[in-house]
């Protein structure tokens, strides 16, 4: 009787084929007690691995050699390959590479030639089931080579990603090779753009592929094109091949750079990149997103696109994010002709920090006459608009859910508030440069019911006492303040207390979990004290810049903390912390990570005391890292170096170990997984 039946007759009841299948043995059946285990259970051994994980096990005898490739090819879906190491071949590597290898990376190639190279070979070695190539920081001047390495990896690709790219490439060409694509993007290195116009030609190639038909429809569905070129030579062109187009991202402001002075200034050079919006819908009838010379640059574009336009079957435009320079009629128009599909609209001028806001656009009529009922997000940033103009539109957006308003001069009052009416749908409010005179703000919130994250940045706000009342904010999550002035009409308030009051009336009613509070003058001692009163808080920066707190305010404003569920810890300020406090942070029970810095203070580092920092390392039962910057930690009198610090650490905090930073990244102080704390790392495992 085998073992898995004798199993089975105890349970009672068979067990799956899956297990009752016999063992696949390996070539010796010398693996000792690996050959006793089901090819399930090896399966999920094996995908606790990594890919490096994987190469050291074949090191271990060749039974290894020949049995970790079989087992980890889910671990190796995903592959990706370095310039740095392309003279260098792996073998063990290149045994776990075939047709189960999805994805693959090429990263920083400056040898092009070394580039094809290593293309052909992974068509050698099996990759012939590629869905998606990307290319970061490569070269292809050859581009018959080019073509030609592609080619053999291309027949079913459908992602064909090619980032911070040196060199012009032959889009139609490179669409022929790829007959199943359907997501491209393109984007050209930062030292290409003083040498845009190399890209309003398409490259001449010889090899037997330009004889396929140029103007053949692609599959493409999601196209992103983060460089200038001439629209009739080329923009037009490729998108006459894209009659299924639905995301559309044309080129960011940082691909409008030309010697260091931006296309605005030489607006006859700038027309001629305008994309015509009537003739992209001309060209691409099924397009529902469209984002061209975005100033905010996050290169993730056709991502946070794809949240938009779900309903597929749908017509119409859903995703908009455009310069104002468009003209605020031709923008208008579009808007007006997709107001009962858009759900995302985002205006903002070309280079608002060189605008001149007796230039700007006047978008009152334009916002008095839109009605938009499926509009979710709605950015504006610099806009020209006034105030009553503005909460029309809101008025007609009943299901905005994100609210980002950066105008360019606006003060709103109560008058223009009292006319808004209730924003069920908004939960994310950001606001920036805005005057709010008197109770106006706090009036603004009462139309807000499920707000959930709220920002205000550079902004004034009227203060008066007794103060307005208000019942909302029930649901607000995430609070960020950060340069806020205080307006007071008669100058008899204490700003103190106010700041204090105002936080109080913004937390009393919520569940805030992150509060960020930066350079707010009149924040001292009792508005401290009142962010540490909030129970639900998990993270909490704070940057004292203003701020002169004694030791018995900060030991008080870290014992109110016990209270709280703070996991996250930012303190910025401009005096070294009194020995004792970072002890008694030791005892937050849930604190998971303390980042320390100085503001500005004319380079002058935060001292902290060392004897107390080891305090905080002994008493926490949860932290997991601390980061420094501009931080000196001292012991007897004088700052110790990094070295020293880690000896230090090392000696009588040996959970832990010290990883020092650079410039840009502040030294860090990691804990140390001890054996038997392995299985939490298994916990935290990603599972293929």
Known sequence: MTRSSSISTELGHPLPDSINMPLQPTKNQQLGYMAALHPDIILTVFGYLTQDDCLRCMAVCRDWYDMVPQYSQSLWKKVCLSGQNAHKENQRQILCLGDHVKIVILDTFDDEQGLYRVMHKLFKWGCTQLISLEFRQCHTNDHDAFLDALTELAPHLTYLTILDHGSNIAFLPVFNACPELTHFTYQIQVEAWEASNVYDTEPLIHRSNELLPLDRATKITHLSLDVLMNNQARVYPI???????????????????????????ELQEYNQ????????????????????????????????????????GSNGLHYLDICEDYGSDRIGLCVTRNQNTLEYLSLQPYDFFESDPNQQLEWSPVFQSLE???????????????????????????????????????????????????LHQLRSLSLTYLQMAGPCFLMLLDCIPALEELTLDICSISIKSPMYRFNGLAKLKHLSLSYITWMDDNGTLDMDHAVAHFIRCLVMQSKLETVLLANIPGFEAKALLTVADIPSLKVCDVILAHVHCSMEVFCTFAAKLLDTAIEILR?????????????????????????????????????????DFLGLLHKSKALTGVYFYNVAVMMSGRSINDQELSVLVEQEAPRYSVLNGTNQTPPQLKKVRAPLQYNVSIKHKVYP
């Not at 691409?284 to 794809?306: A, H, N, Q, R, V």
């Not at 709605?378 to 299901?399: E, G, M, W």
């Open 571 to 611: 303190i910025r300020s401009h005096t070294s912390l009194a020995f004792g406090i970072l002890e008694r942070l030791g005892d937050l029970p849930f604190l998971k990570e303390l980042y320390l810095s100085p503001v500005q203070n004319f380079g002058l580092p935060c001292e902290i005391d060392g004897l």
């Open 372 to 422: 938009l009922p499926r509009l979710r997000t709605l950015v504006c940033y610099f806009i020209q608009s006034d105030a009553d103009s503005l909460v029309a539109l809101l008025n007609n957006c009943p299901a905005l859910e994100t609210l980002i308003l950066h105008p360019a001069r606006m003060r709103i009052d109560s008058s223009s508030i009292r006319s808004l009416g209730t």
């Open 273 to 312: 990149f305008q994309i015509d919006l009537d003739k992209l819908f001309d060209l691409c009838p099924e397009i529902t997103s469209i984002k061209c010379y975005y100033t905010y640059f996050t290169f993730d574009t056709l991502g946070d696109m794809d949240t938009y336009a779900t309903d597929s």
């Open 239 to 265: 998108l006459r091949r894209c009659p299924k187009l639905r995301y559309f991202v044309g080129p960011s402001k940082r691909a409008a750079i030309v010697d260091g002075d931006t296309l605005s200034n």
